[in-house]
């Protein structure tokens, strides 16, 4: 089944201990990308990559750090959380940027820093 | 319509009946749009797209109407079921990436 996983689905965590949430897709997706999700605030990009070792800044990057080293994996590293990154936290992917495509998103991390 | 409050704006609608959920967008330069359903604990998923040298575009039980006079897009729900009830986003292209709303609540009572 065509799919983009990310784990955890919950994850509590305390300030400052550096946490890792996984993504991957089967699709052979070139594109890839992380959004957080808060009340009131839709949907707002963290970081996006066009391909392998490509990767940009999106709107909220500050606190988070990505990598792309193969084509199918996308972690999201967050080196030292805050209380202010609690949000729930969606990787989506896309065959080749926006263009023509929508994007598949994954079914969601659900962060809690305390 | 969209809104960046902190509650969103709800459709209640009877089941049966059609829905239509409206969305405003900022970029006159957008050639793509994409509306999704998040429904309780998933992820957003996508139901229709429309480029921006069409003015309708339709699948099944759904039907995108762009207007770009007024840079408005909505989203029309035929015969409207219980399983339609979630949160639906549009979203437009911007610079490569998509821009998304911040969602309405359509909820569908017997």
């Known amino acids: 089944e065509a799919q983009v996983t990310q784990n955890p689905r919950y994850l509590i965590t305390v300030t400052g201990k550096k946490l890792t949430v996984t993504c991957s897709q089967n699709?052979?997706?070139?594109?890839m990308s992380w959004y957080r999700q808060d009340p009131g605030l839709g949907l707002r990009q963290i970081y996006y990559?066009?391909?392998?070792?490509?990767?940009d800044k999106g709107d909220v990057p500050e606190g988070y750090k990505v990598s792309r080293k193969e084509k199918r994996n996308f972690p999201l590293i967050l080196e030292s959380p805050s209380p202010n990154q609690t949000s729930l936290y969606f990787c989506?992917?896309?065959?080749?940027?926006?263009?023509?495509?929508?994007?598949?998103f994954g079914s969601g991390t659900r962060l809690t820093v305390v | 319509g969209e809104s960046v409050g902190l509650h969103l704006p709800t459709l209640s609608v009877q089941e049966g009946d059609n829905s239509i959920i409206n969305c405003a967008y900022s970029n006159s330069a957008s050639d793509y749009f994409i509306w999704y359903k998040q429904e309780s604990g998933k992820g957003p998923q996508f139901i229709i797209d429309?480029?921006?040298?069409?003015d309708k575009r339709q699948g099944q039980r759904v039907t995108v109407l762009l207007n770009k006079t007024v840079k408005h897009l909505s989203l029309q729900i035929a015969a409207t079921q219980p399983g339609d009830s979630a949160v639906y986003f549009c979203a437009e292209n911007k610079a490569d990436k998509l821009i998304f709303g911040t969602g309405t609540r359509l909820q569908v009572f017997p």
């Open positions: 699709m052979n997706h070139e594109y």
């Open positions: 429309i480029r921006s040298n069409m």
């Open positions: 990559s066009m391909n392998v070792e490509v990767t």
């Open positions: 989506a992917s896309s065959l080749s940027g926006v263009g023509s495509y929508g994007y598949t």
